[in-house]
């Protein structure tokens, strides 16, 4: 089976995610490159991907996650990029799951496809002032926690950024970094899919 040898950041607003994504993708390669795997080139999309309102649930003022990972996917599948790389969508945005009030974020492992919702990353969101030092921590850690979901993580309980995180104290408690267990299970993965 032909493994991915990149990851696409796909920036889905301008505000709140255009300022930081190239020191995201530097950090992204940074994190990828201590895990061993050095070889995979983090890339932007040159270009802001718009959401469908057809993803946007007035009634919860808020896009539905699935939708809009199922989104991104078609139009990376159009492009023909999906096979041999994982493509992450960040939007200033506020997403939801059915069944819970919101999501920071979601991952189809299987479409090679995550989304991050950033809107509630903000220290504003919650009325404290702007921090763009922590916003830009609490985005690398949730953009880190999908693409490990990518890498075929499932949640952890250790003192590692796949801990799962139910509020934004959780986001912060938590690591930017893979504990030992999921950087093993992450070349295990990324091994099986390069034979």
């Given at each position: 089976?032909?493994?991915?040898?990149?990851?696409?950041?796909?920036?889905?607003?301008?505000?709140?995610?255009?300022?930081?994504?190239?020191?995201?993708?530097?950090?992204?390669?940074?994190?990828?490159?201590?895990?061993?795997?050095?070889?995979?080139?983090?890339?932007?999309?040159?270009?802001?991907?718009?959401?469908?309102?057809?993803?946007?649930?007035?009634?919860?003022?808020?896009?539905?996650?699935?939708?809009?990972?199922?989104?991104?996917?078609?139009?990376?599948?159009?492009?023909?990029?999906?096979?041999?790389?994982?493509?992450?969508?960040?939007?200033?945005?506020?997403?939801?799951?059915?069944?819970?009030?919101?999501?920071?974020?979601?991952?189809?492992?299987?479409?090679?496809?995550?989304?991050?919702?950033?809107?509630?990353?903000?220290?504003?969101?919650?009325?404290?002032?702007?921090?763009?030092?922590?916003?830009?921590?609490?985005?690398?850690?949730?953009?880190?926690?999908?693409?490990?979901?990518?890498?075929?993580?499932?949640?952890?309980?250790?003192?590692?950024?796949?801990?799962?995180?139910?509020?934004?104290?959780?986001?912060?408690?938590k690591p930017m970094f893979f504990c030992e267990n999921c950087r093993e299970r992450i070349r295990s993965y990324y091994i099986s899919r390069t034979k």
């Open positions: 089976m032909a493994g991915f040898n990149r990851v696409i950041l796909v920036p889905l607003t301008t505000h709140g995610v255009l300022e930081y994504i190239e020191a995201v993708s530097v950090k992204l390669k940074e994190i990828l490159s201590e895990v061993g795997l050095e070889n995979i080139d983090v890339l932007v999309w040159p270009d802001v991907i718009k959401p469908p309102m057809k993803c946007f649930d007035w009634n919860r003022v808020q896009y539905h996650a699935g939708c809009l990972a199922k989104y991104i996917r078609d139009m990376f599948q159009v492009i023909g990029v999906i096979d041999k790389s994982l493509v992450v969508g960040v939007g200033y945005l506020d997403g939801f799951e059915y069944g819970l009030n919101f999501v920071f974020g979601e991952a189809l492992p299987s479409q090679h496809v995550a989304i991050v919702f950033t809107k509630r990353l903000k220290p504003e969101f919650y009325g404290d002032s702007l921090n763009y030092n922590l916003y830009f921590e609490r985005l690398i850690k949730e953009i880190v926690h999908e693409l490990g979901h990518l890498l075929g993580l499932e949640h952890c309980t250790g003192n590692c950024v796949m801990r799962f995180s139910n509020s934004i104290v959780e986001v912060d408690e």
